[in-house]
């Protein structure tokens, strides 16, 4: 800037008085009571703030914002502002910094939340190191809660910075909370080896200052964050760290730490296909954490206990639990915790044949997902789209998301997204006429899924076998069909998890319907169709129905067949009626097993 013109500047700013000059400089943004305040606080000039304040703007050093309460005054030029800010001796700097920020903890005391992060800009520049800690913390939780992430990790690293200059020294247990928020935030950003190495952060300065409270935090967010990786080579880790904590827990009579733990164990239970030991465990932490008001164990043991009870098909429960965990969730600003039951609750709308429940839940948790950045959540909900119109039969745009899904799911390598939109893309392989190629893809993913692809090996392997034993079907290879059918109904019958022992009956019914075994072909349809409605299962429903129909026919028993194939018909335009899109409500009742149905019900109503 030429010397004239900072001259010029610098002799009008010199009206201010020394100190009031300089304090209007630290500021690109000023508000007329606020630096009244300040010029009082600092150097008595209130009474000549008109005069300078007009004087100013004539000159077009700084011109009025008017449409706040409060009119703003803005430099013009930001390197006027540089060049009357660096003309100030350091230690002034300093000291000017410092006045401002106790002049807005004195001015805005009613609304500090508003200005964390001007204070800590201000202590942190004038070198008030305990000051500048607490706002940089509290800023970094405001973002947090705001779910602006990345603003949030560098607030909490510049407290971590900032912290060893803190005279007397921060105690531990502060230090440590930093690092466990960190882990939080890279946890909601499935950035879960940085979670990790937080963690680990929080454990060694816990055990350094002998802290058994702070490490047992330590080594339950470790067991969280290494069962969040789903992979099945972190999940003895997790067992073995959740149960380090839960020793320590108990050890110092920490309540909320053996909820945790106990949350975290039970979910390592779930990946080993042991529910009823989970569930025991989930219970547990829940009355504890809703005992003693913790509402982070509530939120946990609620996500927890909803997957389970999804899994065993109890959908309607399993939505009720979902959302109390959502609000719970939502209320504490656990931006992961309430996605995943989210991801969850969608599942359960589309078991119960929800269809628009499921789709605006599903394009909710989509908008949340990208806010938060969270990509494997992007999957997951993309995923369950493509599972949506599978179970529509509209298997054009389920393959279209299902390969979104899958390439997401490679892309941020992780398994859980992956696996569950190759086992889609498989079933849509064989909707759309690509039986072989369907059989190729499905019985590699198996492959796989049996080394440790993806933590939940008995999900994967039972999901598998049903779709295997589909495939085959359609390819005349009955016996191996057979074969997986009998595998997966193990899975199934061992965890409970009735959506798929419904589904094997379906499918051994079908292999006995083939070779004219009417009579285990009733058998398995008469006990897929109670379990269908047992669950409120309106898929398995119609399609038990028609397999029942067929099977009663096969030994002539008409009046039967029929009333089973009007069941079918009546369970279809129940689903039909609940599509809420009128195109993909067309794509439904088009699909070739709908139509059959229907052709089933019309051929016994004409010949019973």
């Known amino acids: 800037m030429p010397d004239t013109i900072q001259g010029i500047i610098m002799a009008r700013l010199d009206r201010l ?6 304090t209007v400089q630290l500021a690109s943004v000023i508000g007329r009571q606020f630096l009244a305040r300040l010029l009082e606080r600092i150097a008595g000039l209130t009474g000549q703030l008109e005069g300078l304040l007009q004087e100013l703007k004539t000159l077009e050093i700084v011109y009025e914002l008017g449409l706040l309460p409060e009119p703003t005054y803005i430099f013009k030029h930001a390197v006027i502002q540089d060049v009357a ?45 305990e000051k500048a800690f607490d706002y940089l913390v509290l800023s970094g939780d405001k973002a947090k809660n705001a779910y602006a992430n990345q603003t949030a990790l560098d607030f909490y690293a510049r407290a971590l910075d900032v912290a060893p200059r803190v005279v007397p020294s921060m105690p531990a247990k502060r230090i440590t909370e930093i690092y466990q928020r960190r882990g939080q935030v890279y946890l909601l950003l499935a950035r879960y080896s940085e979670a990790i190495a937080e963690a680990e952060h929080m454990r060694s300065h816990a055990q350094a200052a002998g802290n058994r409270q702070s490490e ?5 967010d470790l067991a969280l964050y290494h069962w969040s990786t789903f992979s099945w080579e972190h999940i003895p880790q997790a067992q073995q760290l959740g149960t380090k904590a839960l020793d320590i827990a108990h050890e110092i009579d920490d309540e909320r730490v ?20 989970g569930d025991t465990k989930l219970e547990r932490a829940l009355r504890i954490g809703e005992t003693k008001g913790f509402q982070d164990v509530i939120t946990h043991a609620l996500w927890w206990l909803s997957t389970a009870t999804y899994w065993r098909g109890e959908c309607q429960r399993a939505i009720t639990l979902c959302q109390q965990g959502e609000r719970v969730a939502a209320d504490r600003y656990d931006g992961a915790s309430e996605l995943w039951t989210q991801a969850f609750r969608c599942l359960a709308h589309i078991g119960l044949g929800e269809y628009a429940e499921a ?163 009733e058998a398995d349809g008469r006990e897929a169709l109670c379990i269908a409605r047992q669950i409120s299962y309106p898929t398995l429903t119609w ?18 067949a029929f ?46």
């Open 359 to 521: 789709i605006t839940a599903i394009n909710d948790g989509l908008t949340k997902a990208r806010d938060r950045d969270n990509r494997v959540i992007l999957g997951r909900l993309t995923n369950t789209l493509g599972w949506l119109h599978q179970e529509l039969g509209d298997f054009q745009r389920a393959i279209e998301y299902d390969r979104d899904s899958a390439e997401l799911g490679q892309r941020i390598k992780n398994s859980n997204v992956e696996i569950s939109a190759l086992i889609n893309l498989g079933f849509d392989h064989l909707h759309l006429g690509e039986p072989e190629k369907a059989l190729s893809l499905l019985e590699h993913t198996l492959s796989r899924a049996e080394q440790g692809f993806g933590a939940h090996r008995w999900r994967w392997i039972m999901h598998l076998c049903a779709c295997i034993a589909d495939t085959l079907l359609v390819l005349g290879a009955s016996e191996q069909a057979l074969t997986q059918v009998e595998r997966g109904f193990s899975e199934a019958r061992a965890t409970g998890s009735m959506k798929y022992v419904a589904r094997f009956h379906v499918l051994r019914g079908e292999i006995a319907l083939a070779a004219r075994q009417w009579r285990q072909a």
């Open 258 to 277: 053996v909820a945790r733990s106990l949350i975290y164990l039970g979910a390592v239970d779930q990946v080993h296909g042991k529910l009823l030991e």
């Open 17 to 22: 008085g020394e100190d009031g000059k300089r």
């Open 85 to 129: 800010y660096h003309s100030l001796l350091i230690q002034r700097r300093k000291e000017l910094h410092r006045a401002v920020g106790y002049a807005i903890e004195e001015l805005y005391a009613d609304r500090l939340a508003d200005h964390y992060e001007e204070l800590a800009h201000h202590f942190v520049q004038g070198e008030a190191w």
């Open 216 to 220: 047992s935090e330590a080594l339950a």
């Open 563 to 608: 009333a089973s194939a009007q069941h079918a018909v009546e369970t279809i335009d129940a689903v039909a009626a609940r599509i809420p899109e009128p195109a993909l409500r067309e794509t439904f009742l088009a699909w070739p097993r709908v139509q059959a149905v229907h052709a089933e019900r019309d051929r016994l109503s004409r010949i019973s």
């Open 543 to 560: 399609q038990a129905a028609h397999l029942l129909a067929r099977s009663q026919a096969g030994q002539s028993n008409l009046e039967a």
